[in-house]
């Protein structure tokens, strides 16, 4: 079973926080982080002031403990667009962030995955905010592709939030809309093994349409290149 912490990197440098990297290293756990782009503009625009430099720091101590070299020790980055349109191929944008971000920094790392903006949380009520919800849930059900459905990630993977609670993907845990195994209104994760989750209803909504659009989108990247 693959475990993976889906990371935004600067926790990694927040007091309380320190020997985080060790112990995920430790325990051979995937690390698939967020750096929107190898540009220290783009970074600050989209995620905040220094948000660009904590990140690289972080990602310098990944590497320093084996991330992007070794085999148990897998560090995936993230992409996603810094608007209301769809992502860009992954393969090309995968070459350019390895030549900067070994160029400038020295920083290796696996795979790059693009992620689709989910119409949802900080991102949907930027939409909400500016009138453009409609708009871009428009382009997500313009953009569906059927063959998307064969992928989707709840269809193999188990999101779990902090106090070990389930749910069909991180979207969802994000909207707070559990797993509902059994029609248990919640599944702990000391319960998993013991329910037996085949043909288990994955809980859907609106939001789904960014996983279907286009090239398809996942925590490992486009479904459909
Ligand atoms: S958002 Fe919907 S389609 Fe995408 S992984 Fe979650 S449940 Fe599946």
Redesign the pocket.
């Known amino acids: 079973m693959e475990v993976i912490d889906r990371c935004n990197l600067t926790i990694i440098k927040e007091a309380g926080f320190e020997d985080m990297a060790d112990f995920l290293a430790e325990q051979g756990v995937t690390v698939t982080a967020s750096l929107p782009c190898y540009m220290e503009q783009n970074v600050e625009r989209q995620r905040g002031k220094n948000v660009y430099w904590e990140s690289i720091s972080a990602l310098k101590k990944l590497n320093a403990l084996g991330y992007g070299s070794d085999q148990d020790k897998q560090l995936n980055l993230v992409f996603n667009p810094d608007g209301p349109n769809l992502p860009p191929a992954q393969a090309g944008l995968e070459e350019d962030y390895r030549r900067e971000l070994k160029a400038d920094h020295g920083i290796i790392f696996n795979q790059l995955f693009i992620i689709t903006n989910m119409p949802i949380s900080r991102f949907g009520g930027m939409l909400l905010a500016k009138g453009l919800y409609q708009e871009y849930m428009t382009i997500l059900r313009d953009s569906f592709r059927e063959e998307n459905l064969d992928t989707?990630?709840?269809r193999n993977l188990l999101s779990i939030d902090y106090l070990g609670y389930t749910y069909?993907?991180d979207?969802?845990q994000m909207l707070k809309m559990p797993l509902l195994a059994k029609g248990k209104p919640k599944t702990h994760l000391s319960e998993i093994l013991e329910t037996d989750l085949t043909d288990n209803p994955?809980?859907?909504?609106e939001?789904?349409f960014?996983?279907?659009a286009g090239q398809g989108s996942?925590c490992g990247g486009a479904l459909k290149n």
């Not at 994955?202 to 909504?205: A, K, N, Y």
């Open positions: 989707v990630m709840c069909d993907c979207f969802n994955i809980v859907i909504g939001h789904c960014g996983c279907t996942s």
